[in-house]
């Protein structure tokens, strides 16, 4: 591809991606719970976080008093019961994905700091909710990752997955 091209194809992409691929649950019979993998990308860095609701519910709070603009956002309610029917949980995964993408969109727009460096690191730095966690006490290659396996495995768009969903990184674009 032209070199002239490929840069315009790039500065043409989206500043971010956010999507929620699949969800997993863990742990056993009344201690059971459902985890989110959320799929991120800037420009050509890429990586997923796995995420409860209660965290995703903790973010929406610091928002709203962070960016009073944030409440006017929806953000699914909490259920106790019936809340590991699979119909409630992929109509809660597709709901946290659009408040992802809207939150993340309106936060973007209100931050000049991001749209001035669209990276991970300011990302994170900005919303701690996309950290990357490793798990406590599991060591580090020279990267800064885990050498072991996390606590949730590392998917991406192109691995096979234990629950597939449907990927739409087009309708992402923030």
């Known amino acids: 591809m032209d070199l002239e091209v490929s840069e315009q194809l790039r500065s043409n992409r989206a500043l971010i991606n956010v999507w929620i691929p699949s969800v997993f649950l863990r742990g056993k019979a009344t201690n059971a719970f459902h985890v989110y993998q959320v799929y991120i990308r800037i420009k050509d860095d890429e990586w997923n976080i796995y ?61 000049p700091e991001f749209a001035a460096s669209p990276k991970k690191e300011t990302l994170v730095q900005l919303m701690p909710f996309f950290v990357d966690v490793t798990a406590p006490g599991e060591p580090l290659n020279r990267n800064g990752r885990p050498k072991g396996a996390s606590r949730f495995p590392k998917l991406s768009r192109g691995h096979p997955r234990e629950t597939t969903r449907n990927v739409e990184p087009q309708s992402g674009d923030l």
Do not use: C
């Open 51 to 111: 995420r409860r609701y209660t965290e995703f519910r903790s973010l929406h709070h610091k928002l709203q008093s962070k960016y009073p603009q944030v409440r006017a956002y929806s953000f699914p309610p909490k259920k106790a019961i019936g809340n590991k029917d699979a119909k409630f949980v992929e109509e809660r995964r597709k709901q946290l994905q659009d408040y992802l993408r809207s939150v993340m969109n309106k936060v973007i727009q209100m931050v």
